[in-house]
């Protein structure tokens, strides 16, 4: 008996100790393409670091991050997944997982390998090609930082059959807080430019059953109060109205967060009512597709049993190219014009985006950077939109009306490391007429959101 | 370091393993596990390591000082007094000096800075082991301890070292000094081991994340059904995590050859809250029997006090919240309840419901354990009686409640002795008188099948933890 204690012993010691002596040497991935982000890197040794505990924190991130076969053990918990998450039949697809606290601290970007030069003429801010770094802006987005641990925003991720939605909680105080935000920009603007919110739902309530989207989770009732806490002067824009009216059509992706562009179209005509203006034909746009969409949502929950049905039915995208002639470019801060910085050309619409961008919603924009300039042969005013990602599908639409558009990513700007942006004096200087916000329910809710929105105008949020 | 992480698994176990078994003497042996288990420590306190340290000293002194003064009763007496006070005090600045200080701030208005001390990890097991051995010196019931290394051992052992049993120098001197562990009990210990691992990683971690989504997001909007469901959770986190944690130190200990006591005995098959702190993290229980209550007069004289006093320190020596007090009272109070009636009530009450309502007296237990928030805690016991801000029952739980189904149904029945009796029964059927037989060598086999098992799924498991789309999920 001895024997067979000792070869098994020796087997499984020995075995674990291999598993161990692989990890150190083996060749460390950086990059997992299923979950859409860089993987951790070997924290840097300094003293200070291994006192305060952070050193040995990061290591243990690094180390479970980068462990071998962690592609196949993610395969395999997907399959013990089924167990955690058991949701019965297929018909029968469901899921809750918690999404509290985990709305994204940044937006996310296409990484631009080749700069993209349009043919057309560029306006004259531009910078030559050749000061384009090497070094992608998307490398200057950084991690997130967890020196908040109190609750931002609540919320949840549900899947039923084959659609997955974000739940906002409402928190009634961070609600009345963006409202305040957005009067603070009014108050800090003064006279030099008109103020448009529009704060549009999401899927969840239109899509989920019925106490998903009523009592503290009705987004409704959100938009309502947070409309109704702010200055008279700011315009506000009822695109609830508009999306429910016509909610039967496809507005909201099932394996995205986002809206599709024509859900964005019938905001646009809301924002077109709000403004007196009169919004372009939807038949008059010229019109293309990407298939088989995968989006965020799917991503998320890619390892849970439920979102195989996600899968089998992936999304299809439908653009709508822009009417006027346009350029468009995105920076790495707002000095927009400046010999510093550069400028990487992209496509309001991009209909050719590469096959291996998984995220086809990409093609609005690029994604998200800290800031962008589109510039169009329409004669008009000019135009700042303060945005998160629900925007992007939502501004082709405004170069049928303004001459420029300057799109600025709140989280960018004024905080640590980051550089510094005043609102008011910027668009004094640049002649902007509106400053328009567009923001999506989950958003409102988050109190990080706020923070962002009064650094602009130099106020702290506390 | 923690047990449940693939650090500890697959680098710093098998190192420890590997060198410990090519150290021929217990010396050596000694030395390699106070290495690791300072490596150990170090890993998440590179700074409290000092106060571990620091704590050893001070014992280990005052242990050879006690030696020293054999006939000097009345010194004896101070040296005790004055190492159970320092013992007492690292405990009060280092865990309890926010709250004293902000409690204080709070009730009078005074606004004195409140400290900013992180808990140092595994003080509470730590101070309380160091001072089984110098009470237990005291009273002669133990030789002193007179090789530093041996008492930095005792202290320090990494599978004991943060979170218990809280180990009784009594039971392990003689240990210390010379131990065996065949081939057997390094196999068996391994087994047990898994099964904690198992059950910290593939129960406990699982039953938290439901809990804390039900019970973390304000109890405001909270369903009565959702509320339950999430107390429910959390009694099936907190037993499989700390069982579990106790199984791994057990585990480990017999494998290096030392043998701890239970901590834990189907605390959830108890009939009555007395029967349940008999079964509930035995060595704290006891060590509040044998050090605080007995010596204040036990059931002698002022019991009613000794209780109070016993129940109070249990409940505060959990976490530096008042809540805990809280809990403490709940159970003196309980536990006074049960002294007078539980004869009568035993013979009117059936055993299924008094089962019933044991569990129901721990569950809203742990209501009180999980919330530190009063706030918070009543609106999760209103909540309990049917007034819940989120109505009844909402889709999220019911959402909830199937996706979690088959975890809630393994949690059941892993608190019940029937995974024990199958493998009593396994055993049972294997056993044979000869030394080599075939059936004991199938037992063996299966039992290591099902230890690589449970270690592959918990690697699957953590590895899974990590996965986190949601560190880069935007807007």
């Known amino acids: 008996m001895k024997k067979l204690y000792t070869v098994l ?129 998307a490398e200057e987005i950084p991690e997130p930082n967890y020196e908040d641990m109190e609750i931002t925003n609540l919320g949840a991720i549900v899947i039923i059959g084959d659609r997955a939605m974000e739940i906002p909680t409402a928190t009634e105080s961070i609600i009345e807080n963006y409202a305040g935000a957005v009067n603070n920009i009014h108050n800090a603007l003064g006279e030099n430019a008109r103020v448009i919110s529009l704060v549009t739902p999401n899927s969840g309530q239109f899509y989920s059953p019925k106490d998903m989207h009523s009592g503290s989770h009705d987004q409704q009732a959100m938009i ?74 799917y991503h998320n929950t890619s390892q849970y049993p439920q979102s195989a049905v996600l899968k089998e039915n992936p999304d299809q995208l439908i ?63 000019v135009a700042l939109v303060l945005k998160d990602s629900y925007g992007n599908a939502f501004l082709p639409f405004l170069t049928s009306h303004y001459s420029r558009i300057y799109v600025i990513d709140p989280r960018e700007f004024n905080q640590d490391g980051k550089p510094s942006l005043d609102l008011a004096a910027y668009v004094a200087e640049r002649e902007v007429d509106d400053v328009i916000l567009v923001n999506y329910a989950y958003a409102i809710n988050n109190a990080k959101y706020v923070k962002w929105l009064n650094r602009l105008v130099g106020l702290a949020y506390d | 370091m923690v047990f449940s992480s693939l650090i500890f698994l697959y680098l710093f176990l098998p190192a420890c393993l590997i060198a410990y078994y090519f150290c021929k003497t217990v010396k050596a042996k000694n030395i390699v596990l106070v290495a690791f288990s300072l490596v150990f420590y170090a890993w998440g306190e590179p700074v409290y390591v000092l106060l571990l340290l620091a704590s050893v000293g001070v014992n280990y002194g005052c242990g050879l000082l006690m030696g020293k003064l054999e006939e000097q009763e009345k010194k004896r007496k101070w040296v005790l007094f004055g190492s159970v006070a320092i013992n007492l005090l690292a405990l009060v600045v280092f865990k309890y000096a926010g709250l004293l200080v902000s409690s204080f701030n709070a009730l009078t208005g005074a606004s004195l800075p409140v400290p900013q001390i992180a808990l140092p990890i595994g003080i509470s097991f730590f101070t309380f082991q160091a001072m089984t051995y110098v009470i237990d010196v005291y009273r002669g019931q133990v030789k002193v301890q007179r090789s530093a290394l041996k008492f930095l051992l005792y202290i320090s052992m990494f599978p004991q070292l943060i979170a218990g049993p809280i180990v ?140 109070l006093v016993v129940w109070s320190l249990t409940g505060l020596w959990h976490g530096a919240s008042w809540n805990f007090l809280l809990w403490g009272l709940y159970f003196f109070v309980l536990l006074v309840i049960e002294k007078r009636y539980y004869g009568r009530y035993k013979k009117a009450v059936p055993k299924p419901a008094r089962h019933a309502i044991n569990l129901l007296l721990i569950l809203i237990g742990w209501t009180i354990f999980y919330f530190t928030d009063f706030a918070e805690l009543g609106r999760a016991l209103a909540a309990m009686i049917g007034f819940a801000g989120g109505g009844f029952l909402s889709t999220e739980v019911k959402i909830q409640l199937l996706n979690n189904l088959l975890l809630l149904l393994v949690c059941i029945v892993g608190v019940t002795p029937l995974p024990r009796i199958i493998g009593d029964i396994f055993g049972l059927l294997c056993a044979s008188s000869e030394e080599e037989s075939t059936k004991k060598k199938i037992y063996v086999i299966i039992s290591f099948v099902f230890c690589v098992t449970v270690i592959a799924l918990s690697t699957i498991s953590l590895v899974g933890s990590g996965f986190s789309a949601f560190l880069y999920y935007r807007f």
């Open chain 1, 224 to 297: 309502d109060l947070c409309y109704s806490k702010m200055d008279i002067d700011v315009v506000t824009v009822d695109a609830y109205s508009k999306l429910e009216k016509h909610k039967s059509e496809y507005l909201y992706f099932r394996t995205d967060h986002h809206w599709t562009q024509l859900g964005a179209y019938y905001a646009y005509t809301a924002f077109c009512d709000a403004v007196g203006w009169d919004a372009v034909d939807l038949d008059t746009f010229e019109t293309g597709s990407y298939d088989r969409f995968l989006g965020t949502m």
């Open chain 1, 9 to 137: 012993l020796a087997l499984l010691v020995s075995a674990a100790a291999l598993v161990g002596l692989w990890s150190l040497v083996d060749v460390d991935a950086t990059e997992s393409v299923r979950e859409n982000r860089r993987l951790a890197q070997k924290p840097k040794f300094t003293l200070s670091a291994l006192l305060d505990g952070s050193y040995v924190s990061e290591l243990e991130t690094y180390y479970s991050d980068t462990f071998p076969g962690r592609e196949t053990l993610l395969d395999a918990n997907s399959a013990l997944n089924k167990f955690y998450n058991f949701s019965g039949k297929e018909e029968n697809n469901m899921l809750v997982i918690d999404h509290t606290n985990n709305m994204g601290e940044g937006g996310q970007a296409m990484t631009p390998v080749d700069p993209v030069v349009p043919e057309e003429t560029q306006p004259e801010e531009t910078v030559p090609e050749e000061t384009v770094p090497e070094e992608p802006p």
């Open chain 1, 319 to 381: 653009y709508y190219l822009p009417k006027a002639d346009t350029t468009a470019a995105f920076y790495a801060n707002a000095d927009i014009g400046s010999s510093t910085n550069t400028t990487y050309w992209t496509y309001v619409v991009n209909a050719e985006l590469p096959e291996t961008e998984y995220n086809k919603y990409m093609c609005f924009m690029s994604g998200d950077h800290p800031a962008a300039m589109i510039t169009t042969d329409v004669e008009g005013p």
């Open chain 2, 168 to 307: 009784r120098y009594a039971d392990i001197e003689q240990q210390l000094d010379e131990r065996a562990s065949t081939a057997e009990d390094v196999f068996r210990g391994l087994v047990r081991f898994s099964i904690g691992l198992g059950k910290k990683i593939l129960l406990a971690d699982h039953a938290y994340n439901v809990c804390k989504a039900l019970l973390d997001g304000g109890m405001q909007s909270a369903t009565v059904v959702g509320t339950w469901f999430g107390v429910l959770m959390f009694m099936f986190q907190i037993y499989f995590d700390f069982s579990g944690y106790s199984d791994m130190a057990i585990g480990l200990g017999r494998i290096f050859g030392f043998k701890y006591l239970e901590n834990f005995r189907l605390p959830y098959m108890s009939l009555s809250i007395t029967d349940f702190w008999r079964r509930w993290h035995i060595s704290l229980s006891s060590f509040f029997r044998d050090y605080v209550y007995i010596p204040l007069g036990g059931n002698r004289k002022h019991q009613m006090v000794n209780l």
